[in-house]
C-alpha cells in the first residue's frame, strides 16, 4: 500500500485484530482541534455499532483493510465514549493510557510505518502526518 493514506478513504474500511479476525469496520477519523492531524479513528464493533476509539498511529494499513495490534476484546473493553462529542484531552489522555501509548509513541509508530495521511483533494503540500 501507498505511504499516502486518504484520511476519508479509511471510512467503512474492515479492521483485523492481531489474530487476522475482524473486529469491526472503520466509523469516522477524528483530527486534533489546534493542529488538524488525524490523531483518532472509530472501529464499529458489534451488533449495535459500538465505537470504540483507536489512536490512529496503531494501525496498520492493507490494501483492502487496516488492522490492530491486539485482540478484539480489547476493543470490546475499551472505555465508552460518545463519539457525538468532543474528545478533549482529558478523554483523550484516558484512552491513550488503556492502549499504554501516549500521543508522541503513536505518531512515531506511524511515522516509523511511513503513513503519511492526507486530505481529500489535497495537493502534495497539504499532508497531516
Do not use: C
Request: aromatic fraction near 6%.
Amino acid at each position: 500500500m501507498s505511504p499516502d493514506i486518504r484520511i476519508d478513504s479509511l471510512i467503512g474500511r474492515t479492521v483485523l485484530d492481531d489474530a487476522g479476525e475482524k473486529v469491526g469496520k472503520i466509523g469516522q477519523v477524528y483530527l486534533d482541534n489546534e493542529n488538524g492531524k488525524p490523531t483518532w479513528v472509530t472501529v464499529k464493533t458489534g451488533l449495535f455499532g459500538r465505537q470504540a476509539f483507536v489512536p490512529i498511529g496503531l494501525l496498520g494499513h492493507t490494501d483492502d483493510g487496516a488492522t490492530v495490534p491486539f485482540s478484539a476484546d480489547v476493543l470490546k473493553d475499551s472505555p465508552e465514549i460518545d463519539v457525538a462529542k468532543d474528545l478533549g484531552r482529558s478523554r483523550e489522555e484516558a484512552l491513550y493510557r488503556y492502549y499504554g501509548v501516549t500521543r508522541e509513541t503513536a505518531d512515531q509508530r506511524a511515522a516509523d510505518a511511513g503513513h503519511r495521511y492526507v486530505r481529500p483533494g489535497a495537493d502534495d503540500g497539504d499532508t497531516l502526518r
